[in-house]
């Protein structure tokens, strides 16, 4: 069965950087893009960005433009997020989701279970 | 950058109600429009694609329609476990999120 396995919790000061990882099992990790999405507590879904894992390509929401840095391992199975320049509006739960596409157009079909990240002094 | 806003932002409703949520894109997004359930402390959740296509294993009673700009999540009879924050997200250009609906009992 597909699945998505997140790194721990981290608790972080600002200004400091924290890097996520996504385990990807269960479908060949190179047929899909992974999605980054964030959730600060009682907030809306909060999409950052891309990877391709299949070429490397990447999409970065202009949000984040700069402070995000989206990586792939294909030996791991395994996608990155890295987020530079804390500050306490980061504070938030982080997202992993396989993308699914076909020609009836593209959704976020499996998500791993979430990181939560605190940024405080 | 696509907006998407749902309404309402909030609903109460009792078990057994028909229950529908709206969404509007900023622009014409065909049918690139997906419904997603969410549960505190939870991952979303798939439930509806493509506007109208059920994900395998979501029950019946959810259905989804619209295209263009309008879209619209109806639950046609509340169970206790459709108690949740539901959004709407649109696959046109990247992703894009609606701001969510939360469903509690009334």
């Known amino acids: 069965q597909v699945q998505l396995d997140q790194s721990g919790s981290e608790v972080k000061r600002p200004g400091a950087s924290v890097k996520v990882s996504c385990k990807a099992s269960g479908y060949t990790f190179t047929n899909y893009p992974l999605h980054w999405v964030r959730q600060a507590p009682g907030q809306r879904l909060e999409w950052m960005g891309w990877i391709n894992p299949a070429n490397g390509n990447i999409k970065y929401s202009d949000n984040f433009q700069g402070r995000v840095t989206l990586t792939s391992d294909t030996s791991a199975n395994t996608a990155y997020m890295d987020l530079d320049g804390l500050r306490s509006e980061d504070t938030a739960v982080y997202f992993c989701?396989?993308?699914?596409?076909?020609?009836?157009?593209?959704?976020?079909?499996?998500w791993g279970q979430g990181t939560l990240v605190i940024v405080s002094s | 950058d696509i907006q998407m806003t749902q309404s309402p932002s909030s609903l109460s409703a009792s078990i057994g109600d028909r229950v529908t949520i709206t969404c509007r894109a900023s622009?014409?997004?065909?049918?690139?429009l997906n419904w997603y359930q969410q549960k505190p402390g939870k991952a979303p959740k798939l439930l509806i694609y493509a506007a109208s296509s059920l994900q395998s294993g979501v029950p019946s009673r959810f259905s989804g329609s619209g295209s263009g700009t309008d879209f619209s999540l109806t639950i046609s009879s509340l169970q206790p476990e459709d108690f949740a924050t539901y959004y709407c997200?649109?696959?046109?250009?990247?992703?894009?999120f609606g701001q969510g609906t939360r469903l509690d009992i009334k």
């Open positions: 622009q014409n997004i065909n049918t690139y």
């Open positions: 997200q649109q696959s046109f250009t990247t992703v894009t």
């Open positions: 989701a396989r993308f699914y596409f076909d020609l009836r157009g593209g959704r976020l079909d499996y």
